[in-house]
């Protein structure tokens, strides 16, 4: 019973280095087709690593980038108030009707709303009345010149009489004056009044609604009509960049809702007081508005140097954006490469990145950052 057992002990025992054996040859066998993969040795402190191959990473050669720089800033549609017309009614009294609401596009003389006002009915009252008075001072003043031209009156009682009916012209001039201002026409009296537009454009505000009131000038504008065929652009500037920015300078324009659209304004004020919690100042651009441009829209607005400087450009690949900053692998000696820090630009296509700084045209850099980058050992 012990040598049976002996026995199969040596032959698992056999079958084991066997088994071993030709798993070392299956894995030489593979191993001798492929090429040897590179080892990396991180130098920590000084941004150096160590390759056994360093022909695997291809080097790429900055070229040489001419543009102007660019400041893009964020900013909002708004209405040009010198181009804003509000719209009141003088009347005092009670909204019968309205004909317009907001976002309405009117034109010169549009009936808007009608009011129905006390105060017209007094003015048509003095009207008639100042009517009457100089009807009476007139015939008085025709008498009391034929009485003066008989000698039946002195001098001075002629000039009582003009001066009365000067008075009395005066009067009714002023009741007229007092209906037109109401809004009313004297030769069609009527306790209702019909505010109009006084200007064409898009009602941009509307404060009154159907039955409520109004107090003349002591109530807010009951609209608002803005001229949109030109715009602001309203943007803000972080205090940093405001040298980049001065009157009368050229913005391009480009609205999110229409990203493929450019427009071009002008830089028409830059202003005096910084916001204290995020520094930056408030800039306006005065664009003309082809009808797509509506107030609230989001754009960006991208101003040009005038100046045109010379940066270096490389493959996007080659920049490696690791904790929040760029780098660069360039070749150090023979199987070396050293991680130096650049400053990012814009892309331009394609697939080509600006550097700022931190590397030269002409410098030779790994084109694959990312690849480098995950066979160092930490």
């Known amino acids: 019973m012990k040598s049976t057992i002996i026995v199969e002990a040596g032959i698992a025992a056999l079958w084991s280095v066997l088994l071993a054996a030709c798993d070392r040859t299956i894995k030489a066998d593979n191993l001798a087709g492929e090429p040897p993969a590179a080892e990396v040795v991180h130098k920590r402190g000084a941004g150096l690593v160590k390759v056994d191959h360093p022909e695997q990473f291809s080097l790429s050669i900055a070229t040489r980038h001419a543009d102007s720089p660019e400041l893009r800033v964020t900013g909002v549609v708004s209405a040009d108030v010198s181009r804003n017309v509000p719209v009141i009614s003088m009347a005092t009294g009670r909204i019968l009707e309205i004909r317009a609401r907001l976002g309405d596009t009117v034109t010169k003389g549009q009936l808007l709303m009608r009011v129905q006002s006390a105060d017209i009915a007094q003015a048509f009252s003095d009207y008639q009345q100042a009517v009457a008075d100089e009807r009476l001072a007139a015939a008085q003043l025709n008498r009391s010149k034929v009485l003066y031209q008989r000698g039946a009156i002195a001098l001075k009682d002629l000039e009582l009489v003009q001066d009365t009916e000067e008075k009395a012209d005066v009067t009714l001039a002023t009741a007229v004056e007092h209906l037109r201002v109401l809004g009313v026409d004297k030769d069609h009296p009527s306790a209702i009044v019909d505010v109009t537009a006084p200007a064409a454009g898009v009602i941009t505000d509307q404060q009154v609604t159907a039955a409520s009131g109004t107090q003349g000038l002591a109530s807010p504008n009951a609209f608002t009509i803005s001229d949109l065929s030109h715009v602001w652009i309203l943007c803000d500037v972080y205090e940093n960049d405001l040298s980049f920015v001065h009157m009368k300078q050229y913005a391009d324009i480009r609205l999110n809702a229409y990203p493929n659209l450019t427009f071009q304004g002008h830089l028409s004020n830059i202003g005096p007081i910084l916001d204290p919690n995020i520094r930056t100042a408030k800039v306006r651009i005065e664009v003309e508005n082809p009808g797509l441009m509506r107030l609230g829209m989001f ?34 000696g023979k199987d070396m490469f050293r991680r130096v820090e650049v400053r990012g630009g814009k892309m331009v296509a394609p697939g080509q990145q600006e550097v700022l700084s931190g590397v030269r045209p002409g410098d030779r850099v790994v084109t694959d950052a990312l690849d480098l980058q995950n066979t160092v050992e930490y």
């Open 299 to 332: 754009v960006q607005a991208t101003f040009h140097s005038e100046e045109s400087q010379v940066h270096a450009l490389l493959p996007a690949s080659a920049i490696l954006h690791l904790h929040d900053r760029d780098w660069v692998y360039v070749p150090q």
